[in-house]
């Protein structure tokens, strides 16, 4: 069998496996905030940006490759000791986790 990568889609949602398995408590969120409650994490450290960096090219290029014709938000939250990455899946009707980039969050979207 085909290793299928670090992400995988699960009832119309698509989580980071391993955050996948250490998450409970959100079923009764919507799509949106189901991948976005997931699909987070917390750096620090003095290594926190290559860290979180890392991560997020690896989320990119599965995200690109297995999911072309769907476009992603990346937001990257930098804290004064710490770094937030998350992602979810763009749906039509559904309001994103966050619409307005401020100082200290980026928002990317991620689409072929």
Known sequence: MKDQGRLVEVDGAIFDQELLKLAFGFD???????E??????HFDGKDRVSSANSIVENWKLELL???PSSTFRL???NNQDEIIIRFHRVHSG???WCDESSPDLQITEIST
């Open 36 to 41: 976005s409650f997931v699909n987070h994490m």
């Open 75 to 77: 937001y990257w939250h």
């Open 94 to 96: 559904i309001p994103n």
């Open 28 to 34: 009764a969120l919507d799509v949106v905030g189901r």
């Open 65 to 67: 490759e297995r999911w």
